[in-house]
């Protein structure tokens, strides 16, 4: 496959934003060695590995089966890497070896070269203009909003460009506007400087069939990931991109751009993928083949499981940090499910409500106890987890003992079989009640017992809740990002 270059340059460290740095001491920061792409090292690391950079091992794909051939009439990437002949830095191979590395992952991709498609020249990068918020020419509008991987910070994309905001305490850190267009998906990775973008909204920044790796240290692209269909949405770990389209997905290494993996989905207009962070194995749950079905992929064990979750189709899923456990909600919006990734058992079922609702997140806390959801409902649910994780990673989730005598042995038994499964559905802990058919995104904070809630209006609300009376949760601060003055 023929690569094109585009004008940027080398190298690309994993420092963090230096305008301004992001800080959070409870936040790790992404470890270099877990990060062996040439263009994702630090100065120092550069320079150790410099030799081994020329001499790097093949790429083992860790699926069992090899990827899915991909037909000329499917979907394909194309790499673009940036190089410069003028530009040379202590510690790195020459441009001319690198692009000898980088012909060689893009040949062994198999892929072929791709029709023209309507892309920005990657020869003019977007400038990077300031607007004013109450610029009447460009009214401000959301087109995007995401945590990052462990929910310390949040993204905006805007009609404008996009930004970054800190969760606790709550500030922005930076915003970059582009003079020429929206961006409708941005991803962070932790809190380095690198980003994905993709374009959106009427005038997007980019083409919406591009994945963009935004470096914003040099505040310009480094690579772009080309497809012949609209990208939904992007998820970042140090060893991956993943790339979700409607009907498929694409598994890369960051460490060469290669695609290692396809998967068929589905319809999945709403992008629905995630990934596990903790270092070691990549899980990967997604929509299945079929309604209802969601796919689990486990690439260590090397193992793809299948689990019928709902009747209806998934309209909402999460995982895990460490990958164990699956939230799953269907298109009805009334029940929530929790599954084990490891056997696909089900171990809770939660009720959020008895009518239909559209269910637009879930978010597991940090140590797996609670479970936030969010809903045009306008209200926030967080539900109280009764797994048995074990004592390990490496244990498998089960459901917690019920505390005292079976059901079977009690005097109200028979209630079961005859009222309705409504009636003794588990609900929820503590609620936070909101402007009903907004859309809102929630995730646990990182101080205890706290839960962050974005909308898509641009407010941002920080609750508490008690563990133990439950019931309303407390309001502990309340913005508007989108207006200045509000902060």
């Known amino acids: 496959m023929k690569k094109r270059l585009i004008n940027s340059t080398l190298p690309l460290s994993m420092a963090a934003f230096s305008n301004p740095p992001l800080s959070s001491p409870s936040s790790p920061s992404p470890s270099p060695s877990s990060v062996s792409h040439p263009l994702l090292r630090s100065s120092s690391d550069r320079a150790a590995d410099s030799s081994s950079l020329l001499a790097s091992p093949p790429i083992v794909d860790p699926h069992p089966s090899p990827p899915q051939s991909i037909d000329p009439g499917e979907e394909h990437v194309e790499i673009a890497n940036s190089l410069q002949e003028s530009e040379s830095y202590e510690g790195l191979p020459s441009p001319a070896a690198l692009r000898s590395i980088l012909d060689s992952a893009a040949a062994a991709t198999s892929l072929p070269s791709p029709p023209p498609v309507l892309a920005v020249p990657s020869s003019s990068p977007p400038r990077v203009v300031t607007y004013d918020d109450d610029d009447d020419a460009v009214p401000l509008s959301l087109l995007h909003l995401s945590f990052n991987q462990d929910h310390g910070c949040f993204t905006a994309g805007t009609n404008r460009g996009f930004r970054i905001y800190n969760c606790d305490p709550f500030r922005e850190i930076f915003r970059r506007d582009f003079d020429g267009g ?45 497809f012949r269909s609209e990208v939904l949405s992007v998820r970042l770990r140090r060893d991956r991109i993943v790339v979700v389209l409607d009907q498929n997905i694409f598994v890369y290494n960051f460490t060469d751009l290669k695609l290692v993996h396809q998967i068929e989905t589905v319809p999945n207009p709403k992008g629905l993928c995630a990934v596990s962070q903790h270092q070691g194995s990549l899980v990967l749950v997604c929509p299945g083949g079929q309604k209802g079905q969601v796919r689990i992929e486990q690439y260590g064990a090397r193992q793809t499981k299948f689990i019928m979750a709902h009747d209806s189709r998934i309209a909402c899923l999460a995982l895990s940090q460490d990958g164990r456990l699956i939230a799953t909600a269907s298109s009805k919006g009334t029940l929530i499910r929790i599954f084990s990734s490891v056997d696909g058992e089900l171990l809770q079922e939660v009720r959020r409500g008895a009518d239909r609702a559209e269910i637009y997140s879930l978010a597991f806390c940090s140590d797996m106890h609670w479970l936030a959801v969010s809903s045009d409902k306008g209200t926030v649910h967080v539900f109280s987890l009764k797994i048995n994780l074990g004592l390990t990673v490496n244990d498998k989730p089960r459901p917690a003992p019920v505390p005292n005598a079976s059901i079977s042995n009690s005097h109200l038994s028979f209630i079961k079989g005859v009222l309705p499964k409504y009636f003794h559905s588990e609900w929820s802990v503590a609620q936070f009640h909101l402007q009903e058919n907004s859309q809102y995104v929630t995730a646990f904070g990182h101080q205890k017992n706290t839960v962050v809630i974005l909308g898509i209006d641009g407010s941002f609300f920080r609750c508490q809740f008690d563990p133990v009376t439950g019931g309303e949760m407390m309001q502990l601060e309340c913005f508007n990002f989108l207006n200045p003055e509000s902060l």
């Open 182 to 226: 929206g961006i409708g998906v941005v991803e962070m990775l932790f809190r380095c400087n690198i980003l994905a973008l993709v374009g959106g909204g009427p005038n997007p920044c980019f083409p919406p069939n591009k994945v963009m790796i935004w470096d914003d240290h040099q505040s310009q692209c480094i690579g772009e990931l080309s």
